[in-house]
């Protein structure tokens, strides 16, 4: 068995901050991960979909030349496998270039396997058991999928998805008007796919200011289309979809409509604390502690 001071689950984004902050008190600290590594901000977050957003912009700019003196805009062309292959690269370059810096300068301390819970101090990885006296669980989180979603005849994306396509169907649903869905609606349009966005509420991106909100919807309605409905149902396999104002026929759907933690079977039972509705034991929103456990 291994006694550890810290262990971290996940070696995403938070966890490869916990464990640069535990170094600096201990040597005796390890960094559990079981997915593909690289974060999500990297793999299918912040960079790519910046990369994608750049892209559709600088093509975005055809519509303007003319005002410049440039003429010959309105002859671009976009070729979206391209693009798609392009956001690509540059996301193996970020996602290698973190990697490197980060995680392989860990050496044994890194290791790659699935981490469960067996007790308030005890973990379970792969084939080992480590004893810790900390624990850090950083274990991110994953679209959200209803299960209306599932099963469908028309292609449905997620943003952990989106990015590994080789192209996209001439018209798309984006279901929620979040930061992301906002953000992955106004670029794809812009990349020549017919984009409907759909929200369940007026405010878009989370917007709490009503001036702010509105001149935001002005804006981004001269591109896309946006519709607010309260429920939504499908036929047709997925190419109709049914909102409170009626009907829409698409080609495939995106959904961006929250995320959840990723906790199934990390054990979190073991703890000896009662879960809520999410899976998730009581923890102060202030230090993250979970109950008196040193976690």
């Given at each position: 068995?291994?006694?550890?001071?810290?262990?971290?689950?996940g070696?995403?984004?938070?966890?490869?901050?916990?464990?640069?902050?535990?170094?600096?008190?201990?040597e005796?600290?390890?960094?559990?991960?079981?997915?593909?590594?690289?974060?999500?901000?990297?793999?299918?977050?912040?960079?790519?979909?910046?990369?994608?957003i750049?892209?559709?912009?600088?093509f975005?700019?055809?519509?303007?030349?003319?005002s410049?003196?440039?003429?010959?805009?309105d002859?671009l062309?976009?070729d979206?496998?391209?693009?798609?292959?392009?956001?690509?690269?540059?996301?193996?370059?970020f996602?290698?270039?973190?990697?490197?810096?980060?995680?392989?300068?860990?050496?044994?301390?890194?290791l790659k396997?699935?981490?469960?819970?067996?007790?308030?101090?005890?973990?379970?990885?792969?084939?080992?058991?480590?004893r810790?006296?900390?624990l850090?669980?950083?274990?991110?989180?994953?679209?959200?999928?209803?299960?209306?979603?599932?099963?469908?005849?028309?292609?449905?994306?997620?943003?952990?998805?989106?990015?590994?396509?080789?192209?996209?169907?001439d018209?798309?649903?984006?279901?929620?008007?979040?930061?992301?869905?906002?953000?992955?609606?106004?670029?794809?349009?812009?990349?020549?796919?017919?984009v409907?966005?759909?929200g369940?509420?007026?405010?878009l991106?989370?917007?709490?200011?009503?001036?702010?909100?509105?001149a935001?919807?002005e804006q981004i309605?001269?591109?896309?289309?946006m519709?607010?409905?309260?429920?939504?149902?499908?036929?047709?396999?997925?190419?109709?979809?049914l909102?409170?104002?009626?009907?829409?026929?698409?080609?495939?759907?995106l959904?961006?409509?929250?995320r959840?933690?990723?906790?199934?079977?990390?054990?979190?039972?073991?703890l000896?604390?009662?879960?809520?509705?999410?899976?998730?034991?009581?923890f102060?929103?202030?230090?993250?502690?979970?109950?008196?456990?040193p976690?």
């Amino acid at each position: 068995m291994r006694e550890v001071d810290v262990a971290i689950i996940g070696a995403g984004t938070a966890g490869l901050t916990a464990y640069a902050e535990a170094r600096r008190k201990s040597e005796s600290v390890v960094l559990i991960e079981a997915g593909a590594g690289g974060t999500t901000c990297a793999r299918v977050g912040c960079m790519p979909s910046k990369a994608l957003i750049e892209i559709a912009k600088q093509f975005h700019h055809r519509n303007h030349m003319q005002s410049n003196g440039i003429l010959g805009g309105d002859q671009l062309r976009i070729d979206r496998p391209a693009v798609f292959e392009r956001v690509r690269a540059l996301r193996d370059r970020f996602v290698g270039g973190l990697m490197k810096s980060t995680v392989d300068p860990i050496g044994e301390n890194y290791l790659k396997a699935h981490a469960r819970i067996l007790s308030p101090d005890l973990l379970q990885v792969g084939d080992e058991t480590i004893r810790f006296k900390s624990l850090v669980i950083a274990t991110g989180s994953r679209p959200v999928v209803d299960p209306m979603f599932e099963g469908l005849q028309v292609p449905v994306y997620t943003s952990d998805t989106i990015f590994e396509q080789s192209d996209l169907p001439d018209s798309l649903a984006v279901i929620g008007s979040g930061v992301i869905g906002l953000e992955l609606a106004q670029a794809l349009n812009r990349l020549g796919v017919k984009v409907t966005l759909l929200g369940r509420s007026e405010r878009l991106a989370g917007l709490d200011d009503e001036t702010v909100n509105t001149a935001a919807r002005e804006q981004i309605g001269k591109e896309l289309s946006m519709i607010v409905s309260q429920a939504l149902r499908v036929e047709q396999g997925g190419r109709k979809i049914l909102h409170d104002g009626g009907e829409l026929m698409v080609e495939g759907i995106l959904l961006a409509t929250g995320r959840v933690p990723n906790v199934e079977g990390l054990g979190l039972e073991n703890l000896g604390l009662k879960l809520d509705e999410r899976g998730l034991p009581p923890f102060d929103p202030q230090t993250m502690q979970v109950g008196e456990l040193p976690v």
